[in-house]
T-cell receptor, first 113, second 115 residues
């Protein structure tokens, strides 16, 4: 089983839609992350969960809503997105929150029309 | 503010040639240092990391990187590039910030390999 999986791999949605991105890690890690990767920009850390508790929220608009029901699963709920939200959304996990190495999933390519 | 600079947006090398990708960081102390590779349509894969100790770090796929404190650099090298190395490479640093811990990524260097 691949370490970190993400579904769907591709998503097209209108600005009035509601959708969710799913991330699952099979590594027994305690920390999970959501990143946004836009063209020609550095990866932007969006949210961090440690032991299922949100520990970081980097000024992300409320139209992005994370959920971490357990240490293996992380969701990103999307509603009323804007075209500029189109990007690759990457999930990552690490053994503990902090300096440990992060392991990334393949990402969800999101297009907002 | 902490930052990571990858000065080369694109690099093209011939297969079999040597490669060096540059990474400079701005931080008052020695951060944790990472190199990741991203193939098209894929997530990031860790190539190597430096936390402390020997400043020459060996990674997967024949890559190595050297930490130079005096230059605030962590350049990635490979003596002989293979066509399958064509990808985008990201340098990252991990720094403690205001009681939390933060990763900062560079903007990436896209490597093209000529046959």
């Amino acid at each position: 089983e691949t370490g970190v999986t993400q579904t769907p791999r591709h998503l097209v949605m209108g600005m009035t839609n509601k959708k969710s991105l799913k991330c699952e890690q099979h590594l027994g890690h305690n920390a999970m992350y959501w990143y946004k990767q836009s063209a020609k920009k550095p990866l932007e850390l969006m949210f961090v969960y440690s032991l299922e508790e949100r520990v970081e929220n980097n000024s992300v608009p409320s139209r992005f809503s994370p959920e971490c029901p357990n240490s293996s699963h992380l969701f990103l709920h999307l509603h009323t997105l804007q075209p500029e939200d189109s990007a690759l959304y990457l999930c990552a996990s690490s053994q503990v929150w902090g300096q440990e190495t992060q392991y990334f999933g393949p990402g969800t390519r999101l297009l907002v029309l | 503010a902490q930052s990571v600079t990858q000065p080369d947006i694109h690099i093209t090398v011939s297969e079999g040639a040597s490669l060096e990708l540059r990474c400079n960081y701005s931080y008052g102390a020695t951060p944790y240092l990472f190199w990741y590779v991203q193939s098209p349509g894929q997530g990031l894969q860790l190539l190597l990391k430096y936390f402390s100790g020997d400043t020459l770090v060996q990674g997967i796929k024949g890559f190595e990187a050297e930490f130079k404190r005096s230059q605030s650099s962590f350049n990635l090298r490979k003596p002989s590039v293979h066509w399958s190395d064509a990808a985008e490479y990201f340098c990252a640093v991990g720094v403690p910030t205001s009681g939390t811990y933060k990763y900062i990524f560079g903007t990436g260097t896209r490597l093209k390999v000529l046959a």
